[in-house]
């Protein structure tokens, strides 16, 4: 029997930013041993565990909140790396790249639109 959405967030205390495309549900979770947000993945209609797919601590400096910090993409995740700001790109077979990384530079409101993603 496939997991619920209920049975793929209940290993987790703290959720956030909750995301889906067509094929999977992805979130935001405090991990319990450095306190950073790690971005998860259940994928729809498996029974398998959800899966850490960062982790990496993922946030946005921007407005201290930490918001839009993860859009997920045809073919992987676009993110903010907590510790410098860096714009990664986690790509479908579980490489991750830095897109761009600039000093004293803060992104948030990741999203994906139509078109494009924005960020």
């Known amino acids: 029997m496939p997991l619920t ?3 793929a967030a209940e290993p987790t205390d703290t959720l956030g930013e909750l995301h889906s495309d067509t094929q999977a549900v992805y979130w935001l979770a405090r991990c319990p041993q450095t306190g950073g947000m790690q971005l998860w993945r259940w994928t729809a209609d498996s029974n398998e565990a959800p899966q850490c797919l960062i982790e990496d601590a993922v946030g946005s400096r921007v407005n201290q909140y930490g918001g839009g910090s993860y859009t997920p993409l045809t073919g992987g995740v676009v993110w903010a790396r907590q510790h410098d700001q860096a714009i990664m790109h986690l790509d479908h ?7 761009q990384k600039r000093p004293q530079t803060a992104y948030g409101g990741c ?3 139509l078109s494009a993603s924005v960020y």
């Open 5 to 7: 959405l209920a049975d």
């Open 93 to 99: 077979h579980g490489a991750s790249h830095c897109w």
């Open 111 to 113: 999203a994906q639109t």
